[in-house]
């Protein structure tokens, strides 16, 4: 098992920038990607950024691309998710998840076992 505690959530105006960090223990070893998903009050889950932990492979949700990047610090064990230009329909809590797959849709919760508690990301107008 995998456990991960997700931090860096904030309230900031349209246009500011958050960095999100997600820390794993346990049995890291066998990840092959990780992600961000997210969720609003009253909204579906939706996968944000994927990344491919030992290739490095990057994949993003049409609505964040040119604006977030995920990065991936193997040695540290973090992801990271860096949010630029947030406008307000990002707010919802963020969470990161992982898994041992190596195959399926990446940006699809269904492909992740492993999930955090979450983050609260808030972008006010």
């Known amino acids: 098992q995998v456990w991960l505690e997700e931090s860096g959530g904030d309230s900031v105006q349209a246009g500011g920038s958050l960095r999100l960090s997600c820390a794993a223990s346990?049995?890291?070893?066998?990840?092959?990607?990780m992600a961000w998903f997210r969720q609003a009050p009253g909204k579906e889950r939706e996968g944000v950024a994927a990344?491919?932990?030992?290739?490095?492979?990057?994949y993003y949700a049409d609505s964040v691309k040119d604006r977030f990047t995920i990065s991936h610090d193997k040695p540290k064990n973090t992801l990271y998710l860096e949010m630029n230009s947030l406008k307000p329909e990002d707010t919802a809590t963020y969470y990161c998840?992982?898994?041992?797959?190596?195959?399926?849709?990446?940006?699809?919760?269904?492909?992740?076992?492993?999930w955090g508690q979450g983050t609260q990301v808030t972008v006010s107008s």
């Open positions: 998840a992982t898994t041992t797959r190596l195959w399926g849709q990446v940006l699809n919760g269904d492909m992740y076992g492993d």
């Open positions: 346990g049995h890291t070893a066998n990840i092959n990607y």
């Open positions: 990344i491919y932990t030992t290739g490095r492979n990057t």
